[in-house]
């Protein structure tokens, strides 16, 4: 993931409608894709990750997107509920004994 | 479910305190880390431990030190708080290196 400085992008969608968090990496040896939820005040939760060797993985009204051409991952949230409303960061990790790379994360705001 | 528990949720000191930040997983996991968040700056690593008794420095161990004498548990030392450790602190524990669950986090605030 990329650093993006001291103000995080933020989606603002409307509840019902569908969400789409991307992430951009820079490590072409990355084989392993997290993407965490962060509500305010609490730690990261971890939502859905991914492999390499995968493009695509569904969870519940959660499904990440994989594109290794351009390394690039997504988020897809169905049906947006106000208690979706959080930092969502991706986080990417180059194998065994690599450890994780941390995104900065963007804010989805959620309105009613 | 896994889960990472941390001492404190809110926390205030003094400049020049002790402070002990502790952390307990109940998952049996191999690997602990400690990590700080602050606004712009994301999750910066501190210090990790794959193992009893081991650990490895991270990006920015200066000013702090950890202990894990038993495997569920791994604490975060700051043996002489400043200012500028105002921060979010938080653990993790994984199997390997890759999926890493992480406790609610402990709010310092140095004056």
């Known amino acids: 993931g990329e650093s993006v400085g001291l103000h995080l992008p933020t989606l603002s969608v409307q509840e019902g409608d569908n969400s789409i968090i991307n992430c951009a990496y820079s490590?072409?040896?990355?084989?392993?894709f997290i993407w965490y939820k962060q509500e305010s005040g609490k730690g990261p939760q971890f939502i859905i990750d991914?492999?390499?060797?995968?493009d695509k993985r569904q969870g519940q009204r959660v499904t990440v997107l994989l594109n290794k051409t351009v390394k690039h991952l997504s988020l897809q949230i169905a049906a947006t509920q106000p208690g979706d409303s959080a930092v969502y960061f991706c986080?990417?990790?180059?194998?065994?004994?690599?450890?994780?790379?941390f995104g900065g994360g963007t804010r989805l705001m959620v309105k009613p | 479910d896994v889960k990472v528990t941390q001492s404190s949720r809110y926390l205030v000191k003094r400049t020049g305190e002790k402070v002990f930040l502790e952390c307990v997983q109940d998952?049996?996991?191999?690997?602990m880390f400690w990590y700080r968040q602050d606004p712009g700056l994301g999750l910066r690593l501190i210090y990790f431990?794959?193992?009893?008794?081991?650990?490895e420095k991270g990006d920015i161990p200066e000013g702090y030190s950890v202990s894990r004498e038993k495997k569920e548990r791994f604490s975060l030392i700051l043996e002489s708080a400043s200012t500028n450790q105002t921060s979010m602190y938080l653990c993790?524990?994984?199997?390997?290196?890759?999926?890493?669950?992480f406790g609610p986090g402990t709010r310092l605030t140095v004056l």
């Open positions: 490590n072409s040896a990355s084989d392993y």
């Open positions: 431990s794959y193992d009893v008794k081991m650990k």
């Open positions: 986080a990417e990790s180059g194998g065994a004994g690599n450890m994780l790379t």
């Open positions: 993790a524990s994984s199997w390997t290196t890759d999926t890493q669950y």
């Open positions: 991914i492999r390499s060797n995968m």
């Open positions: 998952m049996d996991h191999e690997n």
